[in-house]
């Protein structure tokens, strides 16, 4: 059984930054892909950035270009997503999540419960 337990997100203010973790078990970490999604009060979840098993590619949505940056450490089996210069947009419920293959294709397989991001003003 695949278990994703993401953790990190609390209140900050505009600006700030902050680093999320997922700790992975279940299955050979490095082998997968992994992303990290969102979802904010009111509004459907939106992708935010994936990495391929191994860490060779990335991609990230275009409203974190440049802030946001994805990695991972396959000896610890943890995902990180490093957040710098912080918006109220990015308050939300972010989630862990892992796909089926080394490519982040299709929809992801396993989903953490979800850490609480909010960003004041």
């Known amino acids: 059984q695949v278990l994703l337990v993401e953790s990190g997100g609390r209140l900050v203010q505009a600006g700030a930054s902050l680093r999320l973790s997922c700790a992975a078990s279940?299955?050979?970490?490095?082998?997968?892909?992994m992303g990290w999604f969102r979802q904010a009060p009111g509004k459907e979840r939106e992708f935010v950035a994936a990495i391929s098993g191994f860490g060779r590619t990335v991609t990230d949505a275009d409203s974190v270009k440049g802030r946001f940056t994805i990695s991972r450490d396959d000896a610890k089996k943890v995902l990180y997503l490093q957040m710098n210069s912080l918006k109220p947009d990015d308050t939300a419920v972010y989630y862990c999540?892992?796909?089926?293959?080394?490519?982040?294709?299709?929809?992801?397989?396993?989903w953490g419960q979800g850490t609480q991001v909010t960003v004041s003003s």
């Open positions: 279940g299955r050979t970490f490095s082998n997968y892909a």
């Open positions: 999540a892992g796909y089926s293959g080394i490519y982040y294709t299709g929809n992801p397989l396993y």
